[in-house]
């Protein structure tokens, strides 16, 4: 009702000018927000919404509890929120909000987030690499519980999901909350779509929010979703921060790898052994790798770093028609960025006999292929195969309906990036806003039907080693960055 009133006042008024807008993006608040939203964070971080290891899978008891809890806990918290959009339920493991706007006929936004976690144990996590490549914490225990969400005097919020991706969550809905009671109303609908299992794959958040949206005929104008942050040191003599915005993913597949063999004892074998073929197999995918490739989602991110680089390096990356062959072998030399410029294959497990004196009749691997654009699932398979068969190893998908083929760059030159970009800029000063190829996948791409738009970042700033914390152990956020993530959505939903 209230927001009946609110929007029928602000219609009559027509768009807020510059003036007004200025200076409802000065009065935003900092410090009052401050106490509220890390109370928030620390409180969904106590809810242990554990996304299990296998698709469908919500891991325990425990997990399942905390995922019928969460969304009443978001309506106790956020009551304006609540008691303002409209709320449903496409899933149980997805929510759906929508602002409406004053204009409901033009095209709506949509802003996407997640509130499943993965698991927490030590023994998960330590030693592990995170999906973006960083080096994790390794060999690190959990200095406080993972889902305690404690708070220290420094202003670390500690804590399983506050980085990914507890924060999105908690930031737009801060933002709307304090939007609301400013009295705001956005221009054209702007709908909030919250998944609760991004970590298995989506199919039962993003992927029923999706449809849904797709079943009522919406197109939005664009989608922003959890993605690469802004970091510091990007590229070695970098001047200024980089704030990577993903607008293109690669594609992903998983293949399996497997050799048949009549078996026996191992005190005779055979001059080839199954597990010798699929090893033979691995040892020349890795010596004989995807083709580097300059993609022009790659081209663009370089050129963008130009006005923050060395005078060196911004002579060789505005010269890419001619130095491309050289920059393509630099950037190969560090597997961040190598995974930029190639199609990436990566053994991920094997299996052999069950004795150590009995010789496998099956062996097999799995490959993880994180496909670049240009190349598609079908043509990956294809050369894979070419290898394989040649020492008589069969290859086939893990999971067919998992496979993904890359998506597409959206646009850099448009209204929607452009606002993104400016965001960044306003909020975080002397950061370079740069577009990039997400190489890990996320929610958003469920969503390509209603999108063709489709952005991903999350706007805090993170060293290398809290990036590393992401799925690794020790996971937590500074307060300040906590503020900052409020009011980049903050500012960004005022313009839209
Ligand atoms: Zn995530």
Same mark, same amino acid.
């Given at each position: 009702?209230l927001l009946r009133?609110?929007?029928?006042?602000?219609?009559?008024?027509g768009p807020p000018?510059?003036?007004?807008?200025?200076?409802?993006?000065e009065a935003?608040p900092?410090?009052e927000?401050f106490?509220?939203?890390?109370?928030?964070?620390?409180?969904?971080v106590?809810? &242990?919404?554990?996304?299990?290891?296998e698709?469908g899978?919500s891991?325990?008891?425990?997990?399942?509890k !905390?995922?019928?809890e969460?969304?009443?806990?978001?309506?106790?918290?956020?009551?304006?929120?609540?008691?303002?959009?409209?709320?449903?339920?496409?899933?149980?493991?997805?929510?759906?909000?929508?602002?409406?706007?004053?204009?409901?006929?033009?095209?709506?936004?949509?802003f996407?987030?997640h509130?499943?976690?993965? &698991? !927490?144990a030590?023994?998960?996590?330590?030693?592990?690499?995170t999906?973006?490549g960083t080096?994790?914490?390794?060999?690190?225990?959990?200095?406080?519980?993972?889902?305690? =969400?404690?708070?220290?005097d420094?202003?670390w919020?500690?804590?399983?999901?506050?980085l990914?991706?507890?924060?999105?969550?908690?930031?737009?809905?801060?933002?709307?909350?304090?939007?609301?009671?400013?009295?705001f109303?956005?221009?054209?609908?702007?709908y909030?779509?919250? =998944?609760?299992?991004?970590?298995?794959?989506g199919?039962?958040g993003?992927?029923r929010i999706a449809a849904?949206?797709e079943?009522r005929?919406?197109e939005?104008?664009?989608?922003?979703?959890?993605?690469m942050?802004?970091?510091?040191?990007?590229?070695p003599g970098?001047r200024k921060?980089a704030?990577?915005?993903g607008?293109a993913e690669?594609?992903y597949?998983?293949l399996?790898?497997?050799?048949?063999?009549t078996?026996?004892?191992?005190?005779m074998p055979?001059?080839?052994?199954a597990?010798?073929?699929? !090893?033979?197999?691995?040892a020349?995918?890795?010596?004989?790798?995807?083709p580097?490739r300059?993609?022009?989602?790659?081209?663009?991110?370089l050129?963008h770093?130009?006005?923050?680089?060395?005078?060196?390096?911004?002579?060789?990356?505005s010269n890419?028609?001619?130095?491309g062959?050289?920059?393509?072998?630099?950037?190969?030399?560090?597997p961040?960025?190598?995974s930029?410029?190639r199609?990436?294959?990566?053994?991920?497990?094997a299996?052999?006999?069950?004795?150590e004196?009995?010789?496998?009749?099956?062996?097999?691997?799995?490959?993880?292929?994180r496909?670049l654009?240009g190349e598609?699932v079908?043509?990956?398979l294809?050369r894979i195969?070419?290898t394989?068969?040649?020492e008589?190893?069969?290859?086939?998908y893990l999971?067919?309906?998992?496979?993904?083929?890359?998506?597409?760059?959206s646009?850099i030159e448009?209204e929607?990036?452009s606002?993104i970009?400016?965001?960044v800029c306003?909020?975080? &000063?002397?950061t370079?806003?740069?577009?990039f190829?997400?190489?890990?996948?996320?929610?958003?791409s469920?969503y390509?039907?209603v999108?063709?738009?489709?952005?991903?970042?999350? &706007?805090v700033?993170?060293d290398?080693?809290?990036?590393?914390?992401?799925?690794?152990?020790?996971?937590?956020? =500074?307060?300040?960055?906590l503020?900052?993530?409020?009011?980049f959505?903050?500012?960004?939903?005022?313009?839209c």
């Amino acid at each position: 009702m209230l927001l009946r009133t609110l929007y029928l006042r602000r219609r009559g008024s027509g768009p807020p000018d510059n003036q007004e807008k200025e200076k409802r993006e000065e009065a935003l608040p900092t410090a009052e927000v401050f106490p509220r939203a890390v109370e928030h964070l620390s409180s969904a971080v106590q809810y &242990p919404t554990v996304s299990g290891l296998e698709p469908g899978d919500s891991g325990s008891k425990e997990a399942e509890k !905390a995922f019928a809890e969460f969304p009443g806990f978001l309506r106790n918290t956020y009551r304006r929120v609540f008691s303002e959009l409209e709320l449903e339920f496409p899933s149980e493991r997805g929510m759906l909000l929508r602002w409406p706007g004053r204009d409901s006929a033009e095209k709506p936004v949509l802003f996407t987030a997640h509130y499943d976690v993965v &698991p !927490a144990a030590d023994e998960q996590a330590a030693g592990t690499k995170t999906d973006s490549g960083t080096e994790g914490a390794a060999g690190e225990g959990w200095l406080f519980p993972p889902f305690s =969400g404690i708070v220290t005097d420094e202003g670390w919020i500690w804590g399983r999901g506050t980085l990914d991706n507890k924060i999105g969550v908690i930031s737009l809905l801060e933002a709307v909350e304090s939007l609301l009671s400013e009295g705001f109303v956005p221009r054209t609908d702007i709908y909030f779509a919250f =998944g609760g299992d991004e970590e298995t794959k989506g199919k039962e958040g993003a992927g029923r929010i999706a449809a849904e949206l797709e079943r009522r005929g919406l197109e939005f104008r664009f989608l922003l979703d959890e993605g690469m942050v802004i970091t510091r040191g990007f590229l070695p003599g970098m001047r200024k921060a980089a704030a990577l915005i993903g607008v293109a993913e690669k594609g992903y597949v998983d293949l399996e790898l497997t050799a048949e063999d009549t078996g026996g004892h191992s005190s005779m074998p055979p001059p080839r052994t199954a597990l010798g073929r699929i !090893a033979s197999v691995l040892a020349q995918l890795e010596s004989r790798k995807f083709p580097l490739r300059m993609t022009s989602v790659v081209r663009r991110t370089l050129e963008h770093l130009v006005p923050a680089v060395s005078f060196g390096t911004a002579f060789l990356l505005s010269n890419l028609w001619f130095f491309g062959p050289l920059v393509l072998r630099i950037l190969d030399r560090d597997p961040t960025t190598s995974s930029l410029i190639r199609t990436t294959v990566a053994a991920t497990m094997a299996q052999g006999s069950s004795k150590e004196n009995v010789l496998p009749s099956r062996a097999s691997a799995v490959l993880n292929i994180r496909i670049l654009a240009g190349e598609t699932v079908v043509s990956v398979l294809q050369r894979i195969k070419e290898t394989a068969e040649k020492e008589n190893v069969q290859v086939r998908y893990l999971n067919q309906d998992e496979t993904d083929d890359p998506i597409e760059s959206s646009s850099i030159e448009g209204e929607a990036y452009s606002l993104i970009a400016d965001t960044v800029c306003s909020i975080f &000063p002397d950061t370079l806003a740069v577009p990039f190829l997400m190489n890990g996948t996320t929610d958003s791409s469920k969503y390509r039907r209603v999108a063709k738009n489709i952005y991903r970042f999350t &706007p805090v700033v993170l060293d290398r080693r809290d990036v590393g914390r992401i799925h690794g152990t020790n996971e937590r956020l =500074g307060s300040e960055a906590l503020v900052q993530s409020i009011r980049f959505y903050q500012t960004i939903l005022g313009r839209c």
